[in-house]
């Protein structure tokens, strides 16, 4: 009885510690999985949170931000600047600039390069075309002269062009088939050279018309022809105190021209002022005519003959003046 109650207890327990003893395995099982599983999912998470974090932030936030960045700013933003800036600023600015010039633009827009854009505006800014005024083109057609040897007077002298005064035979002024311009004194003699060799081959003759040397300031005169005589007898030079007429002047000049040639370069009414190509053979003798003729080239001016043979052989000049 005894052994048969303790066989029966010792079955009893057993039955009641099998399921507590598979349960305790399975904890130990579960923990085992659970715990390994629960950190390789936190370190996955935890990786894949800080890596995709950092990826996002770093790799992503920081490095897009600073390579896309830094080429949007340092290659959109910075490169376009200069290049596309520059050309806008030096190549379109400047052609605005440039296309007031005239066809000069046209050049250097089809170079297509900024710097020679720049070079042709900054020429065509120190040599600008010239207009005329709505006088200067009426006095063109009036007189018959082209109008584009008006504009080249223009360009060279920078002055307002006016209509040439001449005289007549009582001396009074009367207005005269050619243009006039006022030079300072001192870029005389510098423009009137210019202004001849552009002139020339036009068949135009400038020469001096007026000086004025107390306010420092002369005209240039233009006449339309080859007849350098055209202007003694436009300015209608004589030597009338002396009685001596346009006509003996214009005489004496073609005289001479015959063995020394020369250019008349300036004329007014009882002036005339020559340049010689080729000096007279006997200067004391050709002086001393000139002394006969007008004792004021001598008197009132080198004070003898030989010195005015001196100032001819020095400047090739010989100025005639009766008043």
Known sequence: MNMMLR??????????????????????????????????????????????????????????????ASRATGSMATRPTPSVASRTTGSLASGVTSSMTGSRIKKGLATGATGSIASLVTSSVTSTWAVLSPYAEELAKTIGFDRQVLILVKEITHERIGRLVGFDADGYQIIAPGIVVSVPEEKTDSILALLRRKLQPHHYMAFVAEMNAGIKTEKIGVLKGKDQYDILRVMHTNGNEYDISNQDVIDWLKDWETSAPFDIVGADNDWVEIEFKILPADLKAFAQEVYDICPDAVDQGPGSVDGLVKEIRKTKHLFLWWD
């Not at 507590?20 to 715990?35: R, V």
């Not at 932030?57 to 920081?62: E, N, P, Q, W």
């Open 7 to 68: 066989q029966c207890l010792y079955l009893a327990a057993s039955v009641l510690c099998v399921p507590l003893l598979m349960g305790a395995n399975n904890g130990i099982k579960e923990s085992a999985t659970t715990g390994p599983t629960k950190s390789a999912a936190s370190t996955v998470t935890n990786s894949s949170t800080s890596g995709n974090v950092n990826r996002m932030t770093g790799s992503v936030a920081t490095s897009p931000s600073s390579s896309m």
